[in-house]
T-cell receptor, first 115, second 117 residues
């Protein structure tokens, strides 16, 4: 089954404690990205990657890091989480260069609370 | 800058009636795509419908249709014969030839729809 898998689904952590949210896709997609969802703001892109070792900032990259060492995995790293990073996070993947109607596949979401 | 505006934070509708969720967009790209997603309380993002900027006809998918008015830059979602299971958050999104490697989706703030029996 084609899917994007995020872990964990729920996470409560304390300020400053480094954490990683994993994302893996089984569709051989080149493009992967992370979004955060906040009330009244919708989803905003944090980082994206167009292929292995190719990553770039999205609209709200401050406080986050990513890596793309393998095509299937795109972890999101919060080196020193702060309460303003409390949010619902989505990983998404899609084929590259297939047109505007390319379907984006979303993970199930990770609800992060930083206290 | 590209932007999606959803002006209805919340809507409610009676079961079996039709409802329209508003979406306006702003872009200078001549070529773009518009999407609607449903997010039920479980949180996942479910793709509903797509409209390309050059598509001549409004998109339809079952009970969902997209009322695309290019000159007014609007892409409203129409849900016919509402069902209780339609209660969810709905997001309008756009993809165009801008930053993000051409695959970036820009989302509106969302509209929460409640279907009443």
């Amino acid at each position: 089954e084609a899917q994007v898998t995020q872990n964990p689904r729920y996470l409560i952590t304390v300020t400053g404690k480094k954490l990683t949210v994993t994302c893996s896709q089984n569709m051989n997609h080149e493009y992967m990205s992370w979004y955060r969802q906040d009330p009244g703001l919708g989803l905003r892109q944090i980082y994206y990657s167009m292929n292995v070792e190719v990553t770039d900032k999205g609209d709200v990259p401050e406080g986050y890091k990513v890596s793309r060492k393998e095509k299937r995995n795109f972890p999101l790293i919060l080196e020193s989480p702060s309460p303003n990073q409390t949010s619902l996070y989505f990983c998404a993947s899609s084929l590259l260069g297939q047109g505007l109607n390319t379907e984006a596949f979303f993970g199930q979401g990770t609800r992060l609370t930083v206290v | 800058a590209q932007k999606i505006t959803q002006t209805q934070p919340g809507m409610f509708v009676q079961e079996k009636e039709a409802v329209t969720l508003d979406c306006t967009y702003d872009t200078s790209d001549p070529s773009y795509g518009l999407f609607w997603y449903k997010q039920p309380s479980s949180g996942e993002m479910i793709f509903l419908i797509y409209q390309g900027s050059y598509d001549q006809q409004n998109a339809t998918e079952g009970r969902y249709s997209l009322n695309f008015q290019k000159a007014r830059k609007s892409a409203n979602l129409v849900i016919s014969a509402s069902q209780l299971g339609d209660s969810a958050m709905y997001f309008c999104a756009m993809r165009g030839v801008f930053s993000g490697g051409y695959n970036k989706l820009i989302f509106g703030a969302g509209t929460r729809l409640a279907v009443h029996p």
